[in-house]
Structure formats: C-alpha cells, structure tokens
C-alpha cells in the first residue's frame, strides 16, 4: 500500500469535492452491511437470513445480533463508526443496515439526535427538505426500533423502488440531483445497489462516489458516478477525507523534506541501499503545550526508523496523527510505542493511534502494538487517557502494555532483541520518563522527555552520542531553558550531537549557541550506521 497522505491524479479531484462536501456538511452518505452488526464478510442478504422467521422479521433476533457486536468490540477494538465520527455531520444518511448502531456510536457521542426513517416514510422528509431536516438517516429497510420498525413489506418495497415513480423515488431524485452521495460499504455489483446507482447516481446532476475496496488505486467512470478503487480501510480514508487535514498532494506535488546543510547528521528521507545499516530519527513535530490548539503545528514526537523500516514511536500527542501519516502510510506503523507521559501534547491521540492500529494488526494477523511507559504513567493512560473508548475496548485488548522501570531490566522493542529501551526519569509535573535507546547493546539514543534541568538526569543522557532534550524559553522547574542546556554541555569533556524539540515553534527556537540544533518537523536525523557496509544515502524514494 502506499501512504495515505498521497494519492495519484486519478484519485485527487474526487478526494477534493468530497473534502469540500463534507466541509459545507452537504455530504450524504450512504452505508452499506460491509460496515454493520452483521459478522463480516457479508452480504445484503444477511439481514434477512440472520432476522426473519418465516413471513416476519424477529426484532429480538435483530436486537441479539447488534448487542452481540458491541459485546464483541473488545476483538474489533476501532470501529469504523469512530472514524465516520471524525469526518463531521452528515445531513442524510441512507443505509440499508438494520442495526442502530450510527445512532450509539456516531450520533451519541457528538450530542446528536436526528431522525429515523423507513423508505416509506420519506413523504415525511420530501416536503420540508431540507429546511426543517438535519441529521436525517433513512433505513431503507428499517430496524427495530418502534418508529422504523423492519417488515417485510418494506423489504419488498426498497426493491422496487427503482421500478417506480412514487413520491419515494421522486424525493431520492431530487436528493441525488443536489447533492453528492459517499457510498460505503456497499457492493456496487450486487444488484439492489447497482439498480440504485443506476437509477439514480450515473444519469444525476451532481457527482457521487462509490468506495471500493481493491489492491491498486484508480478511479472508474460510470457517468456521474465514480468509483474510488482504494487499498485503504476505512480509518485511513477517513483520514484523507477529513477537511481539516492537510491538502491533498499528488505525488508531483509533493516537495522533498527540507534538510539542514550544517548538519552532518541530518540525511534527506531516502530508501536504504542492499547491505546498508542505518538507524535514523524523523521529526514528527516540535510543539509544546498549547502549540497545536494555537497554531495547527504538531506537538512534540518523533520515530526511529531501522533502515527506513519504523520501529518506535515516541508520544502521540495533539496533531501527530495528521504528520504521522503524512509521511508513514498505517500499515508501515512501528510495532512499538513509547509514551513519555500524560499530559494531551504527549498522549491526547493515543486513543485514535491505538484504536487505529490495533484492528489493523488483528486483522493483518500481527501481534498485538507493545506500549511502553513508565510505571508511573500506566494508570493515568489506561484509567484516564483511553477512558473514552471503554464502550469500545479494553486498554489490554488494544496493546501489550510494558513497563519500563528506571530500577529494572531494559524491555527490548524486537523479538530479535536488538533493540531495547531502558527508562529515566525525568523531572516535571506529571510523572515522566525519558529513555536509553541502545542497538545491539550500543547506546545510541538519550532522550530527556519533558523535564526541568537537573544533572541526575543529564548525566545519563548524555553518555549517547545524540541527545533529544526538551528546551524552551523561560525556563521552569519543568522545562530546562536553552541557556541551562548550553552550560551544561559546555562543561562535559565529552560532547555529543545534541538537539532540542519541545520549544513550540520555529519562531520560538531563540538558542544563541550553534552547539544546540532544533529538531525540525520532517527531517530525519541519522543515529547509528555501519560505515564500511553502508558508503551513501541515496535521495530517492519514500517510505
């Protein structure tokens, strides 16, 4: 797969209109059983043969099959539903899923009550839309709840709506005219939704969208209907769709990092050459506290990379998702992380990077994402931090949580055991940690984490050959300054490359010593090579 923060030409234009669509809150939707109640792999026919007994739908069968997918969330730890959340308000949903499960886990959670309706009360929506109307959702077939209650006769009715020229259809007509459609979920081949996209997508006035699933990205014109050809899941669409992320870029558009020519140690994102060694640092962001609410720049985080392989990812705080991916596609994510401390600039995305990356290694087959913190740190995240997912899963379920005591044994990242992590503790207010990074027992890597100056802690970061250390002007008991830095380095025999993030903005990195280098968002950084293997770096390719 390639990252999902490029897309090819074919797919920009229609990523746009839906961003737009979407912005304005003028998108529809249309969800389909491939995100529903129903076990997956499914099909429409499902619905019936799980919930109809005879000539009748049993509604405490359909009760039983939704109770049972919230049960089961614990093995299905994000849901498509939490990234539907991300992407705004929709004014119609059409879905021909029986379960309520857009009311409990989209609409809830933003404070939403809309409106259920069957087909065959759309009468009750046509005169008045969409005046009267907002977060409107159509059960095609209807569901069990008392208002939209699913027969058989609505059943029978949605199949031949196509057919027909009721006020139903004619409403749909007007719908399909005015504003765009997202289908997903949907199977357009099957024939009730190729009947529907027929009937009322390719011959419209206005584009729509079907979502399918495939191994190579493209898009196919059926009049005004395109559909999208993605090797994506749902949370990572959801990601290109959302409107507040950055632009869209296609891959002529998109412009190489910008690396320091004074810094031997910067090196330009590259592929790895055959028989090369080489470990580096990617900057993800550098902002502090209130840096991402304030300006959209991201908070404080950054990967090591093993020949352009990730393998540990530090803090995930406000706004490192969207960099996150914008240089590393979901399913290249490291299988370790390390989050330094509680505070929402370090761990206020972990929820949305867990749940993300947890159904997509259960359903690679991949062991479950090994998260490492401080014994400190481990309640705060699992009782408080992920607190909002507890109707969705538990924090054991979406992670194998290691605690990294400062006292103990180094806890290794691989399974081969070459790399491990040995904790320090830093000094702020919240409980917080700092690591040792070492490859094949060479230490390679000190980080201070946020922390105010104190030599305890210097003087054991300092033994690695590169150093990340939190600065920032002022300084505090919690953050070290930039000039405390700078004494303290001038005063060891033995200097190491030493870089400093947490400062906020490039505007606000004010350090007047040239020994002090800021990380800077979207460089890499090299920590260790095998110099007699590996001669050069070449510029080309990406991760």
Known sequence: MSSPGQVNQGLLSALRVLREALKEEKLVLFLGEKISALPQPATLSDWWTSVQDEAEVNTGKLKKLEEDYLQRLGDRPSLPHAALRTLGRFPVILTTNMDCLVERLVWAPQGIVGESLRIDQLNLLASTWPTLHHDVIVKCFGDSSLHARATVETKKRMEELCTSDGEEARFLEKLFNEQSVLFLGCDPDAPLYSSVLQRFAENSKTRHFVVVPAQQRGVEERGSLSLLHVDLDLPSLAQLLNPSAKPLESPTEKSAPKTSKTDTNVEPEGDIPPGCDVIQLLCLGTGKGTTAVLTGEPSSSMVVLHNSRPVLLVDVGLGVTQSLLHSISPEKFPGAMFVTHNHSDHAG??????????????????????????????????????SEMASQMQPDDAADWLICDPEGDPVYLDDVKHFKLQAVESQHDLPCYGFLLYYKDELILGFSADSGFTAELYDKIFEAPTVVVDGRTPSSKWHASFDEISAYLKSREKKPSVYV????????????????????????????????????????GAL
């Open 501 to 540: 993030t947490g400062y906020g903005t490039a505007a606000e990195y004010t350090a007047g010593d040239s020994a002090l280098r800021p990380l800077q968002r979207g460089q890499f950084y090299t920590l260790w090579s095998e110099e007699k293997e590996c001669t050069e770096l070449t510029n080309e």
């Open 349 to 386: 995305e972990l929820p949305l990077v867990l749940g993300g990356t947890a159904q997509r290694r259960l359903l690679a087959g991949q062991p479950k994402l090994k998260l490492l913190c401080g014994p400190k740190v481990l309640e705060p995240l699992k009782v408080h931090r992920l």
